[in-house]
C-alpha cells in the first residue's frame, strides 16, 4: 500500500482543503492512503515546509506543492 504524507499545521486553512481534496481522492484510489503530518511539531520540518505547505509527498519522495488542483492531484496520486 502506498502511503501519502500531507504536510502542513492545525491552524492552516489550505491544509485543510488540501486534506480535503487528498481524502476525497484516496477514497476513489486503490492500495493508497495518507497521514497529515504537523511541521510544527518538528523544527527540521518546519524549516523546510513552513514557505510551502501544503506540500503532499508521494512514497518515492516526490512532492506537489500548493496549489494543486483535483486533476494534478489525480495524476500525482496515480503515477
Known amino acids: 500500500m502506498k502511503i501519502f504524507r500531507l504536510y502542513g499545521t492545525s491552524a492552516c486553512h489550505l491544509c485543510e482543503t488540501a486534506a480535503g481534496m487528498v481524502t476525497e481522492q484516496i477514497a476513489a484510489a486503490q492500495g493508497a492512503d495518507f497521514e497529515e503530518v504537523d511541521i510544527s511539531e518538528s523544527e527540521v520540518l518546519f524549516e523546510s515546509y513552513s514557505l510551502r505547505i501544503p506540500v503532499l509527498q508521494h512514497p518515492d519522495n516526490r512532492e506537489l506543492s500548493w496549489p494543486f488542483t483535483p486533476s ?3 495524476a ?3 503515477s
Open 72 to 74: 494534478q492531484l489525480q
Open 76 to 78: 500525482f496520486l496515480s
